[in-house]
């Protein structure tokens, strides 16, 4: 599916991404207070990001929330295709996602922020967070460099018919056309899937007692 682009300015873009952050977050309590100031904001969004956004937010709204939560951990800590972390579709299990992961880490360091160890600076809803907040043209341009393995996502949410398809749908089109090269590169991911290597040979930081390894990304989704 071909998705449409908007023109966005950066209060637009900025408040897109926002959205779709919290909209990619568990479904738990606070999220779904929070639906009224969330489609206050959608409403300040150029369609069709906001007919997606609004979309998912209807949903929200018609689904009881331990549905919500089942779903929401079958869909991205059980499928591979699924992953939220950025990374992993690049690099898989390999020593360079460690890098990778430092390479976002300094990004939000030289913005001033200082991301919560509890989660990993890859995350989708983490970008989306910084590039709304924190840095728009950095942010961007780490969405950019992992387009192949976002289209990836939402062709897998699109396929399995996953509600949160609908946020993905958004947020590519705050974004440029896929390229012929990028349009390869998520062939190539389909027909071949990520890179893959040991678990926990490149360490992604040092802690006091020693190297800290990479978490399954299939099961560290936000919560």
Excluded: N
Aim: with cysteine; aromatic share 8%.
């Amino acid at each position: 599916m071909r998705i449409r682009k908007a023109a966005f300015g950066d209060t637009e873009l900025a408040t897109a991404w926002q959205v779709a952050s919290l909209l990619l977050g568990y479904p738990d309590a606070e999220l779904l207070e929070r639906r009224p100031l969330l489609r206050r904001a959608t409403g300040t969004v150029p369609d069709p990001a906001r007919t997606h956004l609004l979309a998912f937010l209807d949903h929200l709204d018609a689904t009881p929330p331990p549905d919500l939560a089942a779903d929401y951990v079958a869909t991205f800590d059980h499928r591979k295709r699924c992953c939220l972390y950025l990374t992993y579709y690049a690099y898989g299990d390999t020593r360079k996602r460690g890098m990778a992961l430092l390479r976002f880490k300094q990004a939000y360091g030289a913005a001033g922020l200082v991301l919560d160890d509890s989660e990993l600076p890859d995350h989708l809803a983490v970008v989306l967070e910084f590039a709304a907040t924190g840095d728009l043209t950095e942010g961007r341009r780490l969405l950019l460099e992992h387009r192949a393995g976002l289209e990836l996502l939402r062709l897998a949410l699109t396929e399995s018919g996953s509600p949160w398809a609908a946020v993905l749908d958004a947020v590519t089109t705050t974004l440029p056309p896929l390229t012929g090269r990028t349009e390869d590169a998520v062939a190539r991911l389909i027909a071949e899937g990520p890179p893959e290597e040991e678990v926990g040979l490149a360490p992604y930081g040092t802690g006091d007692s020693g190297p800290i390894f990479l978490p399954d990304p299939v099961m560290g989704a936000r919560s």
